[in-house]
């Protein structure tokens, strides 16, 4: 796919980029070296402190790069505000808490016959981030802020319909004064990420994106024997129960369902009603699923915005139509809105069975999949038996029910009478084909960490036999 930046509420092309030759970018790869070098001797305080600066640039930046996002994938304008918005937050959240973070953790020095004993953290080295159109700045920077504190170098590859983005992020961190080449984006295809990965200069990499990408990056990485992290495709279930607000649980399911127009891996994509409760609950989804406005993404009252590729959009059509044809009703929405761009309407789909593919598949834009289950252990079967595990929603007054819940569902995250969402101060991540790693808190901070296991002996002494057992048996 070429570098470049498409409206997608128009088509148009508004700007190209070549993407590196091989000379530019193993000059990249040498400035990130180096820059690692001298980044790694910095103190977390230094380092939280070019955190902070970074949140207040970005802060200036708001509008400017919202606008950027909205042009080049097509979310809302004001969530595209709201996404500038959680990654101010997120850079002041590890300024906050990353010295903490990275304090050395003491053991007990007594029971290994030392004077002192503990882990300390230190950083890797240089992380490439290869990283989605759909939050284009809140998932680089999920993968920055924590890196960067932890003295980490970052090299971002960003997919190619967001250029523009992908270089405001390189400037911001040199804006807000990070010292030179600690983070930098690289314009590359994805052709060329086989050869960064296995550059000896890099250490380790982090993928979010489709199932296919994640296993090439985690194979390369796999044979060169570099740590990575993926956060993959999510199918969430929400599941609604009897005892639930209905009400309340219809308008966070359109939300959870259309959110970021409906191009989310933890927007909730599988709808479980309980049969006491179906017929209100479809109802209420159905009405406010259809008084959503779509259109120019950059207008205030506009909900829902077009699709981010064209491609994506094909691929939507090509889920409902399989549905239908295989038996499914539409009850809202179901076809593209005519207009240019590539835009899709908001769509509820009951009636959906094992062999249609939007059942086991995951669908990137804003189509509900509704079924109708006799009670909570249906649905946690039915939404267990998929490949995904990323996020759950449950809707229920009842303790019970939450904790079977929370006990059974095959996830990274359960989130009971609200939606899956990601939060700085939560850990954010998946099981199964959802991927591997966490990031956000200091799990995810210590995922591209050295867990340095330190131990300091008392003059003089030696270690007993039992210490050396191993040693002395070799
Ligand atoms: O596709 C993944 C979306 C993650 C969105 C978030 O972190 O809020």
Known sequence: MAIATINPATGETLKTYEPLSEAALEDKLARAAAAFAEYRLTTPRQRAGWLRAAADVLEGDTDAVAELMTTEMGKTLASAKAEAG??????????????????????DAEAVGAIEAYVVHQPLGVVLAIMPWNFPLWQAMRFAAPALMAGNVGLLKHASNVPQTALYMEELFRKAGFPADVFQTLLIGSGTVERVIRDDRVVAATLTGSGPAGQSVAAVAGDALKKTVLELGGSDPFIV??????DKAAEVAVTARCQNNGQSCIAAKRFFVHTDVAEEFTRLFAEKMAALTVGDPMDDGTKVGPLATEDGREDVERYVQDAVDKGATVVVGGRRVDRPGWFYEPTLVSGVTPEMAMHSEEVFGPVAALYTVADLDEAIRIANDHVYGLGANLWSEDQGERL???R?????????????????E??????????????LTEVGMYEFANAKTVWIGPPGRQQGEGDTAAAASE
């Open 86 to 107: 959680k990654c101010v937050k997120a850079l002041r959240y590890y300024a906050e808490h990353g010295e903490d973070f990275l304090q050395p953790k003491p053991t």
């Open 241 to 246: 129960m009897p005892s639930a607000d209905l």
């Open 404 to 406: 079977r819940f929370i």
């Open 408 to 424: 059974d569902v095959q996830s990274g995250m359960a989130f009971v009478n609200g939606m899956v969402t990601s939060y700085p």
């Open 426 to 439: 939560l850990p954010f991540g998946g099981v199964k084909q959802s991927g591997y790693g966490r990031e």
